[in-house]
């Protein structure tokens, strides 16, 4: 359907170049037409980049390189859609050909240690937010950084870094939830609980974020709901994760009635939480 409507598009180029100038001039025809191909080359790449297949936009993009070897903004969009995939090894050796291209930018080279932090290469990471300039001030920038320093457990520099983060962006959602997270690993359970509640503010939809907020009020013995935004399926879900949390404590018998009423909220069969009560149930009795 697309080819069609650019192929209309096309068409409606020409005849409109004709009717103005008569007997235009075929140079400027297919000047027009290249005009047309950039626009809807442009947009294909963003679709691409979003709603795409990663798989798929990594065919793409691998295609559209064979045709035009060199091409920057395919490379980025190559190593974009290679991250999505799942494959970020890969989409490190595409970041690092781009950083060392005379076209190569500070972004460039953030979205490269962002591709080694997806590949567990911790220190080439931080290598390269090394070699960024500290007048470089991005989300995606202080957003690294803050998850480098958790990896070193060096708090106080991590906490510095996600707040900052936080301030530089207008969907601070996914790093405040981050950020409550590493709170969670060190212990600090109400510190956690502040932060996976803001980050819900900003956006009530992200699950993650709400269950991790049940592990830090059941970390702190909480063991009832968060009022937040949740369908039925994810409070049935909520209470599983509740239940294998007081369960881990030795609070077995409260774990025991929140996996009894996972099972009774999941508007269909819940298999995970009626397997987890069945093995309750018989280590109890022997």
Partial sequence: MRHTVFFALCLGSTALLAGCNGGGSDAQVQRALKDVNVIDESNLNDIMLTVGDPNEAVAYFRGALQKDPGRVDLMRGLAKSLARAGKPTEAAQVWEKITTSAEGTMDDRVMLADAHIR???WDKAKQVLNSIPPTHETYDRYRLEAMVADSEKNWAKADSFYEIAAGLTAKPAGVLNNWGFSKLTRGDNA???K????????DPTVFTAKNNLVLARAAQRKYDLPVVDMTQTERAELLYTMALAAIKQGDVSVGKGL????????????EAATRSLAALDANVRT
Avoid: C, R, S, W
């Fill in 119 to 121: 590949a567990n290469q």
């Fill in 191 to 193: 510190g956690a609980e």
């Fill in 195 to 202: 932060l996976f509640v803001e980050a819900l503010k900003y």
């Fill in 259 to 270: 996996l009894q009423q996972a099972i009774d909220t999941h508007p269909q069969h819940f």
